[in-house]
Structure formats: structure tokens, C-alpha cells
């Protein structure tokens, strides 16, 4: 009978933690996180171990799953001193599910492949909701060997498995998911501005945009939800929607494709970032154009 895989999960933030609690019946479990009551907390109410370092995490696992904010940290984890590269078991599989830049995965790979190990990029949609009930969408990029290991693992966390090519694929359409997202959610939020100015009522528009042809996830899941009742705390952040537009960006600029929309969306969501500084739901983005415009779309 196979056995299955220790696990190590590094990155216990607002989709990590979830993930990894899919995976604590039936795996052994080591937790890492740079905020280490995270670990512990997870220990304490799902199971597993927290790991106080990642040589000790890396050394007891057969498969290491990263979910960080950006490349930046996946490397520091990786590639850093006492990080997973150097004291990694022979053979360990990397799952990269964090929304990561497709260049820097790449060059990861080969440096995990120095080290003997292997990844793939398997990054993730749905959100904190799909994450909690194992239905996420896994866009995965690598060889077919790795994917075939790490499936019955992905399996546990998301219920729509869609491989994209190699390394890198999965996080360049990641990038671009979240592009198009990106650009529903402004575009939804400007026609809820000028419905305003023309007399229509914001929850009214929202409304019927959801019937007709003007509906998207942006209508559907965020314009009641976390706009237009001012909640603005749908779990994803300001700060790593921008990333991923940016990553985005950098396929646009490396093979200078004509995209107008792509970029001028790309400007708006840093201008936001801009005016509204750091630590907010992406979905405050409305709050920014309303600076911009000066007109409120929340509901009195
Ligand atoms: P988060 O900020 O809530 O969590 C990140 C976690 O990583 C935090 O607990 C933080 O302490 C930890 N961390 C940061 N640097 C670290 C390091 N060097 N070593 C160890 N731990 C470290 O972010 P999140 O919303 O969970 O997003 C994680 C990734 O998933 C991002 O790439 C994001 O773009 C992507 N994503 C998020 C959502 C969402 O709805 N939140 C949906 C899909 C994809």
C-alpha cells in the first residue's frame, strides 16, 4: 500500500491556512510561517507540526507546498541560507501555488533542479471561500511526471485541476485570470459611477448587469458583497492584485503585445495603490476611483 507524502506547508495567510487544513486529515503535516504563532496556531486547532525553521520543514518533507505573497518571498525560501534547496531530501517535489512571476519560477526551477528536486507552478482561484471547501481552480505548469505525483495532493485542495504546459505557464495564466479580473472589477465599478450620473441606482444596476450580458465574477461576487455595502473584505489585498496585473505587464512588455485596455487597467490599479497606501482589499479599488472621480458608489 502507498504511503502518503509528509508535507510541508510554508505561507499559513489568508488562502494557506485553508489549503493546508484540506490536507491535515491523512497527511503528515509540517508548518512554516514567517509569522510563527501562525504555525502554532494551526498545530493547535487543525493538526500537524509547526516547524520553527525551514531546513527542519524542507529535511522532513517529501513534497514542500509554497503559498506567499510574491516570487520574492518563494525564493528567500528556497534559495535562501538555511533555506529548502539546501536541506531538501533527494527528490522533493515543489508545489508553487502562490500567484508567482513566471520568469523568476523558471529560474527556481532550474535551481531546484541543481539541488535534485522538482517543481511545478500550481497557482490557484477561487478565493478564501473556494479555498475553505477544497473547490479551487489549480492552473498547473510543469512536467507531466511532477503533475501526476502532486495531483492526488491538488485533488484535496481544488476541484478543478487545469495544466497549462510547462513551468511558468501556470502562474503567466494566473497573471492573466487576474488581468481580466482585474479589468471586470474597474470596468463594473465605472458603469455603477456613470449609472449614477444618468439616474440609476447603484444596487439596481449591479442587479441587472447580473442578468444580462454586462455579468462577471466582479458583478456577481463583489459589487454587493464588498462595494456597495462598504465592507470592502473580500480576502484578497490592494497590494497582490497589483502584483499579479504587474506580472501580467512584464509578458506584455517581454513580447510587446498590443494591449491597450491591459495597460491602461494596469495604471489605474497602481494609481490606487498610490492613493490609498498600503493594507487594503483589492476591492477598495472603488474607493480610489471614487477619489479620482470624486463620487460616492456606496449605498447611503
Ligand atoms: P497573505 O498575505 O494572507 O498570506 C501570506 C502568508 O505568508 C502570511 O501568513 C505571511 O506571514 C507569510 N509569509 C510572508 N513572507 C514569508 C516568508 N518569507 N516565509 C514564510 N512565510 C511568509 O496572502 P494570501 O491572500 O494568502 O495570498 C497568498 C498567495 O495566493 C498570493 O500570491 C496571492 O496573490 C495568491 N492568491 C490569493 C487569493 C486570495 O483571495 N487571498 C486568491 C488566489 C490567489
Request: charged share 15%; net charge negative.
Amino acid at each position: 500500500m502507498m504511503t502518503s507524502p509528509t508535507i510541508g506547508f510554508i505561507g499559513l495567510g489568508a488562502m494557506g491556512w485553508p489549503m493546508a487544513a484540506r490536507l491535515a486529515p491523512g497527511h503528515r503535516l509540517f508548518l512554516f510561517d514567517i509569522d510563527v504563532g501562525h504555525a502554532e496556531r494551526f498545530a493547535g486547532q487543525v493538526g500537524g507540526v509547526a516547524a520553527h525553521s525551514v531546513a527542519k520543514l524542507a529535511a522532513a518533507s517529501d513534497i514542500v507546498i509554497t503559498m506567499l505573497p510574491t516570487s520574492r518571498e518563494v525564493e528567500a525560501v528556497l534559495t535562501g541560507a538555511d533555506g529548502v534547496l539546501e536541506h531538501c531530501r533527494k527528490d522533493l517535489l515543489i508545489i508553487e501555488m502562490s500567484s508567482g512571476a513566471p520568469q523568476q519560477t523558471k529560474l527556481l526551477g532550474l535551481q531546484a533542479a541543481d539541488a535534485g528536486c522538482c517543481m511545478i507552478d500550481a497557482p490557484v482561484s477561487g478565493g478564501v471561500p473556494r479555498a475553505r471547501t477544497g473547490e479551487l481552480s489549480i492552473m498547473v505548469g510543469g512536467s507531466a511526471t511532477d503533475i501526476a505525483r502532486a495531483e492526488p495532493v491538488l485533488k484535496q485542495m481544488g476541484s478543478t485541476i487545469l495544466i497549462t504546459g510547462a513551468l511558468g505557464s501556470g502562474h503567466a495564466m494566473k497573471a492573466l485570470n487576474n488581468l481580466v479580473s482585474a479589468t471586470t472589477l474597474l470596468a463594473t465599478v465605472e458603469a455603477v459611477l456613470i449609472g449614477r450620473q444618468a439616474g440609476l441606482e447603484p444596487a439596481r444596476v449591479v442587479d441587472i448587469l447580473n442578468v444580462s450580458t454586462g455579468m462577471s465574477n466582479s458583478s456577481q461576487k463583489k459589487l454587493h458583497q464588498f462595494v456597495l455595502s462598504g465592507a470592502f473584505n473580500s480576502g484578497f489585498s490592494l497590494d497582490l492584485m497589483v502584483k499579479d496585473v504587474n506580472a501580467a505587464m512584464a509578458i506584455v512588455n517581454e513580447h510587446r503585445v498590443y494591449a491597450p485596455i491591459s495597460i491602461r487597467c494596469a495604471e489605474i490599479w497602481q494609481e490606487a495603490a498610490r492613493v490609498l497606501g498600503p493594507g487594503q482589499d483589492h476591492t477598495a479599488v472603488a474607493k480610489a476611483v471614487e477619489m479620482l472621480g470624486v463620487i460616492s458608489v456606496e449605498t447611503a
